[in-house]
């Protein structure tokens, strides 16, 4: 069965100072990933997603996360880090068995201090 | 555009009563989805919805009920509260890829916060 771990339940950076937070999946075949950002209080958006093709994907706000088959990870990325980007991240997969479903793992919540 | 809405946004209920947490899409979606979000767990689905009238269970369904007679709604019921079933409450929807290879993006809703006394 499909699953994502993200190690990390809390970071810290500065603002200005590079990001990067760690996904682990579990899954036999080529994954379709995600990650998601919650703000406080509000709903999750869409950052970027992995279907196949390049293993480097551009996303929204200036994230990447990089696609390694070998290590089975998805982690994201940011070169510099702003105020606004404090929020809680979410990785998840895809479901493959026709439910559409998605995975998540529990979360890593960003604090950015000035 | 308003894309998913919820509602109510906030509820305070007590032990044993019906609740039911309202989810309206604008897109035509084919898919909507129910999840819970608690500290420690992240998301867990509840309920998923392939069209209408096609329901099926998602990883935490008890105490739940679920019905979809039309493509934008999609009720979440719970039919007796319990102070477990305190938690937020998101609803997501997608579009239908037209093959089970392959998982489209989910859109969520702003969540409802529900607290069972």
């Known amino acids: 069965a499909q699953s994502v771990t993200q190690p990390d339940i809390h970071i810290t950076v500065s603002e200005g100072a590079s990001l990067e937070l760690r996904c682990n999946y579990s899954?036999?075949?080529?994954?379709?990933l995600f990650w998601y950002v919650q703000s406080p209080g509000q709903g999750l958006q869409l950052l970027l997603k992995?279907?196949?093709?390049?293993?480097l994907v551009q996303g929204i706000k200036g994230f990447e996360a990089e696609f390694k088959r070998s290590q089975s990870s998805f982690n994201l990325r940011k070169p510099s880090v702003h105020w606004s980007d404090a929020a809680e991240y979410f990785c998840?997969?895809?479901?493959?068995?026709?439910?559409?479903?998605?995975?998540f793992g529990t979360g890593t919540r960003l604090t950015v201090i000035p | 555009d308003a894309g998913i809405t919820q509602s109510p946004r906030y509820k305070i209920t007590e032990t044993g009563r019906q609740v039911t947490l309202m989810c309206h899409q604008t897109?035509?979606?084919?898919?909507m989805f129910w999840y819970r979000q608690d500290l420690g767990h992240g998301l867990r689905l509840i309920y998923y919805?392939?069209?209408?009238?096609?329901?099926d269970k998602g990883e935490v369904p008890d105490g739940y009920v679920v019905s979809r007679s039309k493509t934008e709604n999609f009720p979440l019921t719970l039919e007796s509260a319990t102070r477990s079933q305190t938690s937020v409450y998101f609803c997501?929807?997608?579009?239908?890829?037209?093959?089970?290879?392959?998982?489209?993006?989910?859109?969520f809703g702003p969540g409802t916060r529900l607290t069972v006394l």
């Open positions: 899954y036999g075949a080529t994954p379709y």
């Open positions: 919805s392939a069209a209408a009238d096609i329901t």
């Open positions: 897109w035509s979606h084919s898919y």
């Open positions: 997501a929807s997608s579009e239908s890829t037209g093959t089970s290879m392959r998982t489209d993006t989910q859109y």
């Open positions: 998840a997969v895809g479901d493959q068995t026709g439910a559409n479903n998605l995975f």
């Open positions: 992995y279907f196949s093709g390049d293993t």
